[in-house]
């Protein structure tokens, strides 16, 4: 097993971690703590001595010690005289004379020097270390004082130390669920990586993966099929559409002329459908502006032809920078404005509104209005409000809608105040 992959691996690696920098902060701790213990007790010891022997000279005793392993000596114009206690071996290594008083260490002693107040003139406590009893007790409260909060911070460290393990360990996991969350449903080909996994997740992952390989695969079992099933009826129409034009011309020619026109947009529809659903290298952005009026040109003569007129507007003081999908915002808005000269009225007006600040572009005419109701199957049917029959499939809506699908977007419909209908595709998050 590798047990840099595994989870529990890593977080036992990382306990492992944890115990070995413990293992050498708490002698350091520990020590640093002792010697700091050592050291202020020492001074404070012998800072009492200095107050005592200060005492004493003020009232015209001699100085003596308050312990045996003690000393007390006084230094006057750099001349030093023993006044009491034991002999200290290392005097001469004593902190040079200061207007403060200064603690150091000897080589076996331990001294303090302070200014006594006349000129030139210092008192000197040494403290043999060779002979600590009188310190023994002491040492041990003030060590355990100081233990019970270096406890408490050891124990936290090495909480969160465990809870970095177990968010390190967790990263692998978080980034798959991050990709899958983020993958494209246009992009069949993509897969989860599997680099850097735990071991103990790897599994779901590559089932996961391989669940996305069986879709791909009737994807694109579905897609040939389809597109044999559109192919077949184009040649179909042609067909049909030769044998027509055989026929002497009159009202049955021209109605099986528009039948065959209005099938012949549908298998065209699903033409573009499928060529954009399998070339996710097309989703290429373009600003705003662009893909309304490159559309909006295409489209221009049919609406106008009908005596509509087709305007464009874009809100907001064009600051942003937001750009759309193409072609797949092309073929939404161009299905979208279709949909609306088949319903505004003769003399109406079709808005294309440009929104860069809300990611949305909005279709309004000014026809009857469309009712949106859900069928028992759960599809979506969409109906002239005011009753009457389309002559239109409603093809080109669910094109829409699953164009949107693709890249994550939307699309909605409402009535505008007056009366007619406002289509509009949202394209970032609502």
């Not at 230094?75 to 071996?89: K, Q, V, Y």
């Not at 260490?105 to 303090?112: A, L, R, V």
């Not at 990611?359 to 109701?373: H, T």
């Not at 409402?414 to 289509?423: K, M, Q, S």
Request: charged share 20%; hydrophobic share 45%; net charge negative.
């Amino acid at each position: 097993m590798k047990i840099g992959r595994s989870l529990w691996g890593r977080i036992v690696l990382a306990q492992l971690a944890t115990a070995l920098i413990l293992a050498v902060a708490i002698p350091v701790l520990t020590g640093r703590t002792i010697h700091a213990i050592g050291d202020d007790l020492t001074r404070s010891f012998l800072a009492r001595m200095i107050e005592q022997a200060q005492d004493d000279l003020d009232h015209g005793r001699l100085p003596h010690a308050l312990a045996d392993a003690v000393a007390i000596y006084v230094e006057r114009d750099g001349r030093l005289t023993h006044l009491s206690g034991p002999a200290i071996d290392d005097v001469l290594s004593r902190p040079e004379p200061r207007a403060r008083p200064a603690f150091a260490h000897g080589p076996h002693s331990d001294f303090y020097v302070v200014p006594t107040g006349t000129a030139r003139t210092w008192l000197i406590a040494a403290e043999d270390r060779r002979h600590p009893a009188a310190l023994l007790d002491d040492f041990t409260t003030a060590f355990l004082h100081r233990f019970v909060v270096i406890v408490p911070f050891v124990l936290l460290l090495s909480a969160l130390m465990s809870l970095l393990a177990v968010r390190h360990a967790m990263r692998p996991m978080h980034r798959a669920a991050e990709a899958a969350s983020a993958r494209n449903p246009a992009d069949m080909a993509v897969r989860l990586d599997e680099t850097d996994v735990p071991l103990e997740v790897l599994p779901l992952v590559r089932a996961a993966n391989a669940a996305f390989g069986k879709l791909e695969s009737a994807y694109e079992l579905e897609r040939a099929f389809s597109s044999t099933v559109v192919h077949e009826l184009r040649t179909s129409l042609s067909t049909i559409l030769l044998r027509a034009e055989l026929l002497s011309p009159g009202n049955v020619r021209s109605a099986l002329e528009e039948a065959c026109q209005r099938a012949a947009r549908v298998i065209d529809q699903m033409i573009e459908l499928q060529r954009v659903s399998a070339n996710t290298d097309e989703h290429r952005a373009a600003p705003i502006e662009d893909v309304i009026r490159q559309t909006c040109e295409e489209m221009r003569e049919q609406v106008e032809s009908g005596g509509r007129v087709l305007d464009i507007a874009i809100v907001g003081d064009g600051s942003q920078g937001f750009s759309f999908p193409m072609p797949v915002a092309a073929i939404a808005l161009r299905n979208l404005i279709q949909n609306a000269d088949l319903h505004s009225s003769p003399a109406g007006k079709i808005s294309i509104i440009g929104d860069p600040a809300g990611e949305a572009i909005s279709v309004v005419d000014s026809g009857p209005g469309i009712v949106v109701r859900e069928d028992t199957d759960g599809r979506l049917i969409y109906s002239r409000a005011d009753g009457v029959a389309s002559r239109n499939s409603g093809l080109g809506i669910a094109i829409v809608h699953r164009l949107m699908a693709l890249i994550g977007g939307t699309l909605t419909f409402h009535r505008n105040a007056d009366g007619g209908t406002v289509a509009k595709l949202w394209f970032g998050p609502r």
